[in-house]
């Protein structure tokens, strides 16, 4: 059975994946690093209905609570047309250490699950971070269980967010919807 490290941007986001990777003989951790995530409030949302998800199916899980959001906006100002592709390496980049250091077999990222991700990119920066540091990305299309995902994660009442989590896609999400004045 491969100790496998998955990086998780969300609950809704890790519930199919999680149940098919399970089915695979994969042991499976969980891993929290979402440093953008904005505002803070919906980040709590996050988390805590991701650590509902996880402590109702007893997943272990690392997590990394530090919210540097003033390090990610750092990171990304004046190239937010990168804005994902930075925002990819820092999270997976995180993923990467945490698997070489816990001596996983492989990591990979629920980001694969999302079909408004960049997939390509996702999987470039993967297989980039898996020769330099020496462990092996899983890839797989996660994107097959989307439905599913959808169907599960109002089964079990969890926390549905609308947009993927920065600022800049909060912005892009809500910017239509306003109020004519």
Not at 120 to 139: D, Q, R, T
Request: overall charge neutral; glycine content about 4%; aromatic content about 18%.
């Amino acid at each position: 059975m491969q100790k496998l490290l998955v990086h998780v941007c969300c609950g809704p986001c890790f519930v199919a994946p999680y149940y098919h990777l399970r089915e695979n003989d994969f042991r499976i951790y969980g891993y929290w690093y979402n440093p953008n995530i904005h505002p803070y409030t919906e980040y709590r949302k996050r988390y805590q209905t991701l650590k509902d998800f996880t402590e109702s199916e007893n997943i272990p899980m690392i997590e990394d609570d530090d919210y540097d959001l003033a390090g990610f906006l750092r990171n990304i100002s004046y190239r937010e047309s990168k804005r994902c592709l930075l925002c990819y390496q820092l999270r997976l980049t995180a993923a990467a250490r945490i698997a070489k250091k816990g001596k996983f077999d492989a990591f990979t990222t629920t980001l694969l699950y999302s079909k408004f991700q960049h997939h390509e990119l996702i999987k470039e920066v993967g297989y980039a971070l898996e020769a330099e540091y020496g462990i092996p990305f899983h890839y797989e299309d996660f994107r097959q269980y989307w439905k599913e995902g959808i169907e599960l994660s109002k089964e079990k009442e969890m926390y549905r967010q609308q947009y993927c989590g920065c600022i800049y896609s909060e912005y892009e999400r809500y910017k239509n919807d306003s109020i004519e004045r």
